[in-house]
């Protein structure tokens, strides 16, 4: 432990999925490292860790946001919303039919943190346009090539009506 700067353990207070959790670490450990080494919440990925490719975004207080730069103090008893909490195997969001329907994943590491912010998309506005669901996928990476099939699902599941 370096002396300089010794590390102060606090208590955190997370609404996790609709589950409300506490979590004890340091104020600046980043999000994604709760949710995948303390939760178990593996579905949200590490990509760059730099915030750059959009594999790790989870939904804070409904704002799509990088988990990989989002420091636990700026979740502090705010409601997380991750892969894991948009559907069940036995009854998928409607982001996530869609995306089957649409075959719009490939390899799927870029999947989950393009559902969550296509989610928050359709949570603040319903009826997105292609652009605006353009815009809304533009931070994230899919080496697969598969972004204009994620463009048509997301349009598909704006169509169901159905809010994030």
Known sequence: MNQD???????????????VTSIEADDNTPLVYVLREEL???????GCGQSQCGA???MLDGVS??????PLWAADNKAVITIEGLGQPDA???LQQAFIDEQAAQCGYCV???LVSAAALLGKCPQ??????????????CRCGAHNRMVR????AASTGVAA
Do not use: M
């Open 56 to 58: 790790c975004h989870v």
């Open 92 to 94: 998928l969001h409607a």
């Open 5 to 19: 700067h010794p590390t102060t353990l606090r208590t955190f207070k997370l609404k996790i999925n609709g589950q």
């Open 40 to 46: 178990g919440l593996k579905g949200t990925r590490l």
């Open 128 to 141: 997105p346009s292609e652009a605006q669901v353009r815009e809304a996928l533009d931070p994230h990476l």
């Open 112 to 114: 989950s943190g393009i």
């Open 65 to 70: 946001v990088p988990a990989c730069d989002t």
């Open 153 to 156: 699902a997301v349009l598909k």
